[in-house]
């Protein structure tokens, strides 16, 4: 039984499983990639033949326009034979469509994590433990420093902060994809049924999320709207937005940073 170590090769492409003759989030264009998540750290254009989640797919073709010369899309746990290897996806929890890529070959077994999260988000499915012998993934907050405080709290404390400034707009910096959809998730379990004010560059992506059969309830765009509809309402923008000309004209807004709660001035 060969040790996953013999038959994945780290190449100047990226990741490369040899007997299988393919890459796993290849960092180039390449003839076959396998596709953890749509982040454009991981997935990127030009590929001739892509395998990832139908959701996945489906994020890449929003995002760049392509995904892949010849996508095939993957159903969780669905067994595909890839040269002499046999592998399947297994939820990551990341974002929608996020998967672990499980490669078996001659009874040794590898799991590509891509990024992935263990607490609940109602936007994506849940993460599974897969055992194998080798277990590849991500640490960008493994260090015991980062402990991140429990979600519904941060929301509770949002909606205490909108019932405490009522006059003020509360503008939140999230990313376009998975922060942005998990946020207004969150916010709608915690009672939030209003309307969710979005900028512009995050209204595509929670488009896809729709399509998907993610209910993300009433979404408006912020940026043209009508400065007094957007007193007391939740705002969300890119976070390098935040400081651009459309929002320095909100009504006495609020920001959310990760470190707390700041005046915009």
């Known amino acids: 039984m060969p040790h996953p170590q013999t038959w994945l090769k780290v190449l100047p492409a990226g990741l490369y499983c040899e007997p299988g003759g393919f890459y796993i989030d290849p960092v180039r264009a390449v003839d ?25 797919l489906a994020v890449m073709q929003a995002r760049l326009g392509s995904a892949g010369a010849e996508p095939q899309a993957a159903a969780w746990h669905e067994r595909v034979t890839i040269g002499d290897v046999t592998v399947w996806l297994s939820p990551a929890g990341h974002v929608l469509g996020s998967a672990q890529v499980v490669m078996e070959y001659r009874g040794s077994r590898a799991v590509v994590s891509g ?8 936007t994506c499915a849940a993460f599974e ?9 991500e640490a960008t907050f493994a260090l015991p420093v980062f402990v991140h405080p429990d979600p519904m709290v941060e929301i509770r ?30 916010l709608r379990q915690a009672g939030w049924d209003g309307p969710i004010w979005l900028h512009g560059a995050l209204a595509a992506m929670c488009a896809v999320y729709r399509a ?5 309830g009433d979404l408006r765009p912020a940026t043209a709207a009508a400065k007094a509809s ?8 890119p976070p390098a937005s935040i400081a651009d000309r ?20």
Not at 38 to 56: E, I, K, Q, Y
Not at 115 to 120: I, Q, T
Not at 129 to 137: G, I, K
């Open 157 to 186: 404390r949002l909606l205490a902060s909108l019932a405490l400034f009522p006059a003020r707009t509360h503008v939140i910096g999230c990313y376009a994809l998975g922060k942005c959809q998990r946020l207004i998730a969150l």
């Open 230 to 237: 957007l007193v007391g309402a939740i705002v969300l923008a």
């Open 115 to 122: 990024d992935y999260k263990r607490v609940e988000d109602p």
């Open 212 to 216: 998907q059969g993610i209910d993300l």
């Open 129 to 137: 433990p897969v055992p194998c012998d080798v277990f590849v993934t």
């Open 32 to 56: 076959r990639a396998v596709i953890t998540h749509a982040h454009a750290d991981h997935a990127r254009p030009g590929h001739r033949a892509v395998l990832a989640s139908a959701a996945t």
């Open 246 to 265: 459309w929002a320095r004209r909100l009504e006495d807004p609020v920001v959310s940073l990760a470190s707390g709660w700041m005046r915009v001035r």
